[in-house]
């Protein structure tokens, strides 16, 4: 009799129990498999609408750099670089120089050396920082670092002569873009607008905490800038200039604004003009000096 009685009751709570369960909406029935599923597509969800435009390459050695410098995806403005090594060859190996670069390439303070490059890059549209590149001596080149500049660099050096005809910068040739707290270290000869930094610094260009170290050559000339129609802010050309025609310490002609910059070393040539520091001015030079 006893034995029935507690069947009775096992029985009748489970049909309450089932009742009690339809009686949910469907929302609050949702099984363990089904939470999983929800959890990863909310996950899902989360990488979809996370910032996935930008991809990360990161060069740990020389097989990295070399896979780098021969990959144009990776020059992309969808992509972030990371240099994380100095890069050296002790045999010298040869890359042809980035035709275009968009992206962002932070150099982390690592040095290129011992790298057959006639530059860098070529036309630079991106940002570039943080590194230090020293030019081969087997390649004559006509550039120190970036050839055109459209983009920004900031915190790097150029180490190495520069040999070309007009328009010839130690660090860039021309620019229309943004330089700061750059350095270009190299004896620098050309023709017309050739200067120790750079070559044509144009109406779009800024430069501000440079400097340029080493002699120059050439006809119409500066120590720091050939010639400049842009903004140059506190910079300074070290080294002797050497010419014959518009010969600047640190511009050759200059129709746009210098403004506290300072050019240091023996200024040589025939037409010398002004007080030494610009071969031709017909912009504005407020608070500079020639020592």
């Given at each position: 009799?006893n034995i029935?009685?507690?069947?009775?009751?096992i029985?009748?709570t489970?049909v309450?129990?089932a009742?009690?369960l339809?009686?949910l909406p469907?929302?609050?029935?949702t099984?363990?498999?089904?939470?999983?599923?929800?959890?990863?597509a909310?996950?899902q969800?989360?990488?979809?609408?996370?910032?996935?435009s930008t991809?990360?390459?990161?060069?740990?050695?020389?097989?990295?750099?070399?896979?780098?410098m021969t990959t144009s995806?990776?020059?992309?403005?969808?992509y972030?670089i990371?240099?994380n090594?100095d890069?050296s060859?002790?045999?010298f190996k040869?890359?042809?120089?980035i035709?275009d670069?968009k992206?962002?390439?932070?150099g982390?303070?690592h040095?290129?050396?011992?790298?057959?490059?006639?530059?860098?890059?070529?036309n630079?549209h991106?940002?570039i920082?943080r590194?230090?590149?020293?030019?081969?001596?087997l390649?004559?080149?006509?550039c120190g670092?970036?050839e055109n500049?459209y983009g920004?660099?900031s915190?790097c050096t150029?180490?190495?002569n520069?040999?070309?005809?007009?328009n010839?910068?130690?660090?860039?040739d021309y620019?229309d873009?943004?330089?700061?707290?750059?350095i270009?270290?190299?004896k620098v000869t050309?023709k017309?607008?050739?200067?120790?930094?750079?070559?044509?610094?144009?109406?779009?260009?800024t430069i501000?905490?440079?400097?340029?170290k080493?002699?120059?050559?050439?006809?119409?000339l500066?120590g720091?800038?050939?010639?400049?129609r842009g903004?140059?802010?506190?910079?300074?050309?070290?080294?002797?200039v050497?010419?014959?025609?518009h010969?600047?310490?640190?511009?050759?002609?200059?129709s746009?604004t210098?403004?506290?910059?300072?050019?240091?070393?023996?200024?040589?040539?025939?037409?010398?003009?002004l007080?030494?520091f610009?071969g031709?001015?017909?912009g504005k030079?407020?608070?500079?000096?020639?020592?």
């Amino acid at each position: 009799m006893n034995i029935k009685r507690i069947l009775s009751g096992i029985l009748t709570t489970c049909v309450l129990s089932a009742s009690f369960l339809s009686a949910l909406p469907v929302s609050a029935q949702t099984t363990t498999e089904g939470a999983h599923t929800q959890v990863a597509a909310e996950q899902q969800n989360n990488l979809q609408t996370a910032d996935s435009s930008t991809n990360e390459f990161v060069i740990n050695n020389k097989k990295d750099f070399s896979k780098f410098m021969t990959t144009s995806k990776y020059w992309g403005s969808n992509y972030k670089i990371k240099l994380n090594c100095d890069i050296s060859w002790i045999f010298f190996k040869k890359f042809n120089p980035i035709e275009d670069f968009k992206g962002d390439f932070d150099g982390g303070g690592h040095t290129i050396k011992y790298v057959m490059l006639r530059c860098f890059v070529k036309n630079n549209h991106g940002t570039i920082s943080r590194l230090n590149f020293q030019k081969s001596k087997l390649l004559s080149s006509e550039c120190g670092f970036v050839e055109n500049n459209y983009g920004t660099i900031s915190e790097c050096t150029s180490n190495g002569n520069v040999k070309g005809g007009n328009n010839v910068g130690g660090f860039v040739d021309y620019n229309d873009g943004k330089i700061t707290n750059c350095i270009a270290k190299g004896k620098v000869t050309g023709k017309y607008g050739v200067g120790g930094f750079v070559g044509i610094n144009y109406a779009d260009g800024t430069i501000t905490n440079c400097s340029s170290k080493g002699s120059v050559y050439g006809l119409g000339l500066g120590g720091f800038v050939g010639n400049n129609r842009g903004t140059i802010t506190n910079c300074a050309a070290t080294g002797d200039v050497t010419g014959n025609d518009h010969i600047g310490g640190f511009v050759g002609n200059n129709s746009g604004t210098i403004t506290n910059c300072t050019a240091i070393g023996n200024i040589n040539g025939e037409k010398i003009s002004l007080d030494s520091f610009a071969g031709k001015n017909e912009g504005k030079i407020e608070d500079c000096k020639i020592v």
